[in-house]
């Protein structure tokens, strides 16, 4: 079945630990990107991959980061989590990368409830 | 991108069709009108999306104004598996895009059986 998985799916950890949330995806996507969503913020992007070892910051990159070293994964990192982190996360892919962004269809992860403590 | 204007919130009958409206009286000549939702504690979900002429899919139609300032999305019979938050996004095709989805407030459908 095609699809994008994240895990963890939850996860409470405190100010400081850092962590990883992972994101795979089995389409052979080249486009990858993470959103958090916040009650009255809507979804924003975090980061974004264009294909293998290309990544770029989305609009709230501040605090995280990723890496691409695979078409495949594209994990979240958060070396020292903070409260105001605390958010549901979704990873979402796409098969092309700028070319092709504007009709792709995005898929989306189940998503990621995190809490920093 | 352009922006979107959608009502906060709708309400519809079990099997009854449902048509959900999008003012987009700044769009482009280049801009794709797109259209997602999200279903209760799930990730966004693609619905359909589309240029100029109306467009149909197993999910929903698109019917989009001859101005392209307006677009409805029409479920032609609506489930209670239907109720989420519709998204109208538009998204530039004349390129330089990074590829992100600009999500608005959305209109939230609740369907009564």
């Known amino acids: 079945e095609a699809q994008v998985t994240q895990n963890p799916r939850y996860l409470i950890t405190v100010t400081g630990k850092k962590l990883t949330v992972t994101c795979s995806q089995n389409m052979n996507h080249e486009y990858m990107s993470w959103y958090r969503q916040d009650p009255g913020l809507g979804l924003r992007q975090i980061y974004y991959?264009?294909?293998?070892?290309?990544?770029d910051k989305g609009d709230v990159p501040e605090g995280y980061k990723v890496s691409r070293k695979e078409k495949r994964n594209f994990p979240l990192i958060l070396e020292s989590p903070s409260p105001n982190q605390t958010s549901l996360y979704f990873c979402?892919?796409?098969?092309?990368?700028?070319?092709?962004?504007?009709?792709?269809?995005?898929?989306f992860g189940p998503g990621t409830r995190l809490t920093v403590l | 991108d352009a922006k979107t204007t959608q009502p906060n919130s709708m309400e519809s009958n079990e099997e009854e069709p449902v048509h959900l409206p999008c003012n987009h009286s700044?769009?482009?000549?280049?801009?794709?009108i797109h259209w997602y939702r999200q279903l209760p504690s799930q990730g966004p979900e693609y619905v359909i999306h589309?240029?100029?002429s109306n467009v149909n899919n197993r999910m929903a139609s698109l019917a989009i104004a001859e101005d392209r300032k307006s677009s409805t999305l029409i479920l032609h019979r609506a489930t209670l598996r239907d109720a989420a938050v519709y998204y109208c996004i538009l998204r530039d095709g004349g390129g330089g895009s990074q590829g992100n989805l600009i999500f608005g407030k959305g209109t939230k459908l609740s369907v009564k059986p």
């Open positions: 700044t769009i482009s000549g280049t801009d794709y």
């Open positions: 979402a892919s796409s098969l092309f990368g700028a070319a092709g962004a504007y009709y792709n269809e995005q898929f």
């Open positions: 589309g240029l100029t």
């Open positions: 991959s264009m294909n293998v070892e290309v990544t």
